[in-house]
C-alpha cells in the first residue's frame, strides 16, 4: 500500500501567518494528491486535486505544488475561517489513503 | 445543489451489525462512482469502499474485507454500506462520498455530513 505522511501534526499560528504543510508518498504517485479541509461537524471540503489544481471557490490565498512523492499546501495569509484541520489523500490506486491531519490552531 | 445525506448510525454491540444508507441529489447519481470514508475519533480519515456507477465493481480497505459490503440502488439515488462483525475499531464518522470525476480513483468533490457508528457493549 503507498502511504503518505503528512507533517506536521500540529500547528500554531496567527491571523495573517503564511503555513506550510507537506505530506510524502512511500513512492511515486505523480499528481495523484488532494488536500482536504475538515471542520467539526461539516462535511470535508476539497481544496485541491491533482497535486495543484484549486477547487472552483476555493480561495487564492490556497495554493499547493509537488509531484511522485512531495507535496505541499500553502496557505499565504492565514485567515480566521482557515483554523481546521487538513488531510492529503492519495489516489494513485488502491487503497486510497489519507495523511495523518495537520490540525490548524490559533496561537 | 448537489447534497449527500448519511443516515443508519447508531449504538451497536461488538459483533454486531449496522447498514448505512446515504441519498444523493443534485446531479445523475448513476454517473459516479461512490465511496464511504471514515474517522475515527482523534484519528485520520479512512477511505473504506466504493463502487462503480453501475454496481459491478467495488474495492475495499483491508481491515472490512468479508466484513463490509458496499452496494447502490441507482433508482433510488441511494448508496449502502452494510457492516457485520463491528469491533472498537469500526467506531467512526462513516461519510459518503462523490468522486470528482467519472474514474474510479481520484479526489472527493462532495461529501456528506457524515454518520456516527458507535461500538460498545
Known amino acids: 500500500d503507498i502511504q503518505v505522511t503528512q507533517s506536521p501534526s500540529s500547528l500554531s499560528a496567527s491571523v495573517g501567518d503564511r503555513v506550510t504543510i507537506t505530506c510524502r508518498a512511500s513512492q511515486g504517485i505523480t499528481t495523484s494528491l488532494a488536500w482536504y479541509q475538515l471542520k467539526p461537524g461539516k462535511a470535508p471540503k476539497l481544496l485541491v486535486f491533482g497535486a495543484v489544481k484549486l477547487e472552483s471557490g476555493v480561495p487564492s490565498r490556497f495554493s499547493a505544488s509537488g509531484s511522485g512523492t512531495d507535496f505541499t499546501l500553502t496557505i499565504s495569509s492565514l485567515q480566521p475561517e482557515d483554523f481546521a484541520t487538513y488531510y492529503c489523500q492519495h489516489y494513485y490506486g488502491t487503497p486510497i489513503t489519507f495523511g495523518q491531519g495537520t490540525r490548524l490552531e490559533i496561537k | 445543489e448537489v447534497q449527500l445525506v448519511e443516515s443508519g448510525g447508531g449504538l451497536v454491540q461488538p459483533g454486531g451489525s449496522l447498514r448505512l444508507s446515504c441519498v444523493a441529489s443534485g446531479f445523475t447519481f448513476s454517473n459516479y462512482w461512490m465511496s464511504w470514508v471514515r474517522q475515527a475519533p482523534g484519528r485520520g480519515m479512512e477511505w473504506v469502499a466504493n463502487?462503480?456507477?453501475?454496481?459491478?465493481?467495488?474495492h475495499y480497505v483491508d481491515s472490512v474485507k468479508g466484513r463490509f459490503t458496499i452496494s447502490r440502488d441507482n433508482a433510488k439515488n441511494s448508496l449502502y454500506l452494510q457492516m457485520s462483525s463491528l469491533g472498537a475499531e469500526d467506531a467512526a464518522v462513516y461519510y459518503c462520498?462523490?468522486?470528482?470525476?467519472?474514474?474510479?480513483?481520484?479526489?472527493?468533490?462532495?461529501w456528506g455530513q457524515g454518520t456516527m457508528v458507535t461500538v460498545s457493549s
Open positions: 462520498a462523490r468522486a470528482q470525476y467519472e474514474y474510479v480513483w481520484g479526489s472527493y468533490n462532495y
Open positions: 463502487i462503480k456507477q453501475d454496481g459491478s465493481q467495488t
